[in-house]
């Protein structure tokens, strides 16, 4: 009986661990390509304006007006 526990414990945490790192590895997998949607929205998209926002896929490029306030000036969907 005590030869068996020990191997069931020890395939319980090797499973658990797997998944932790499997989720750890997903997790960064996804804030990278959201970086990067980021990134595409402000260098590729926005390069001409000081200013841009990210919201979903939906990229807005702001500018300023006469007065100094924001403007949009450009709205464009991403893929």
Known sequence: MEKTF?????????VLFLLETSFFIWSVWIVTKEEQK?????YDICADYPDAQRVGN??????YDVMGNYIITDTEIMR
């Open 6 to 14: 020990w191997k069931v414990t020890a395939i319980i945490f090797l």
């Open 38 to 42: 980021d990134l595409t929205c402000y």
């Open 58 to 63: 939906l990229c807005t490029c702001y500018d």
